[in-house]
């Protein structure tokens, strides 16, 4: 996944589903200038983990 499409997906209006080492996740930030997502395993989760933006899968 690239920066522009996991921006795209935090401000989407509907839930785009997205997938981290098979496990569905949900986009809480992204940092450009690394090319990391801050990911949580739902909406409510405090817990965050930053992993590279090219281990994100789109599911369609």
């Given at each position: 996944?690239?920066?522009?499409?996991?921006?795209?997906?935090?401000?989407?209006?509907?839930?785009?589903?997205?997938?981290?080492?098979?496990?569905?996740i949900?986009?809480?930030?992204?940092?450009?200038?690394?090319?990391?997502?801050?990911?949580?395993?739902?909406?409510?989760?405090?817990?965050?983990?930053?992993?590279?933006?090219?281990?994100?899968?789109?599911?369609?």
């Amino acid at each position: 996944m690239d920066v522009r499409r996991a921006q795209e997906i935090i401000s989407a209006n509907e839930r785009i589903p997205v997938h981290y080492n098979g496990q569905s996740i949900w986009i809480a930030g992204v940092n450009p200038t690394r090319n990391t997502a801050e990911i949580k395993t739902d909406m409510f989760a405090t817990d965050t983990m930053e992993v590279l933006l090219t281990e994100l899968t789109e599911v369609n």
